[in-house]
């Protein structure tokens, strides 16, 4: 039986939300969020458990319910955006005994990416966007170089020409071509912006 634990969908339950008041409820529903990861890894049998990564508007959620929905697991949708709180999680993973697996969503195209956080009824102000998108990334790659026993996954998310979400997964046969690839995707907020301010 799969277990997906989601901060955004924990939101929706919170006395007084709406979706365009999300960021002030971000935090409460991601303590919430956390205290159910906790529950789930001492009482749950699954023995793998997807932290599932990328910066916000990436396609995490799709990819999730079109692409995860059918595996035996424990599933943490999150950003990721600090390596504090990644290393915090696949430290509680390994003391559960269970086996922490990386699935990352990284947007073909950051501006395509902040239209959709834009036109999204969750509301959050744009430094949200920046934010996650640079600091997940970070992450990721600070995973791939201390952690080299855990299984990543990139996952790329792009439109096709009718304008639906795909999704395809970039394979590499080498850690070190991992750790090449995640070190050019690094940028930071400052980057972002500068790409995304045609658009605003």
């Known amino acids: 039986m799969q277990i997906i634990i989601s901060a955004d969908e924990i939101k929706k339950k919170l006395s007084n939300y709406t979706p365009d008041k999300a960021e002030e409820f971000h935090h409460e529903s991601a303590a919430k969020a956390d ?18 990564s990328g910066g916000t508007a990436s396609g995490k959620t799709e990819f999730l319910v079109t692409q995860l929905n059918n595996r035996n697991c424990i599933v943490m949708d999150a950003t990721l955006s600090t390596e504090l709180g990644a290393k915090n999680k696949i430290r509680q993973i390994i003391k559960a005994r269970k086996v922490p697996i990386i699935y990352t969503v990284v947007p073909d195209d950051l501006r395509r990416a902040f239209i959709a956080f834009l036109n999204r009824d969750r509301k959050f102000g744009d430094s949200h966007f920046y934010k996650t998108h640079s600091g997940s990334r970070k992450t990721l790659l600070w995973i791939a170089s201390n952690y ?10 792009s439109y096709t020409p009718d304008k639906k979400l795909q999704f395809s997964q970039i394979k590499f046969d080498s850690r070190q071509k991992l750790i090449k690839y995640l070190t050019g995707k690094q940028v930071t907020e400052s980057d972002i912006i500068s790409s995304v301010s045609i658009i605003k």
Request: aromatic share 4%; no cysteine; charged share 30%.
């Open 35 to 52: 205290k159910l990861f906790t529950k789930a890894l001492k009482e749950s049998s699954n023995k793998d458990v997807i932290l599932l």
């Open 148 to 157: 080299p026993e855990i299984e990543i996954n990139i996952i790329e998310s």
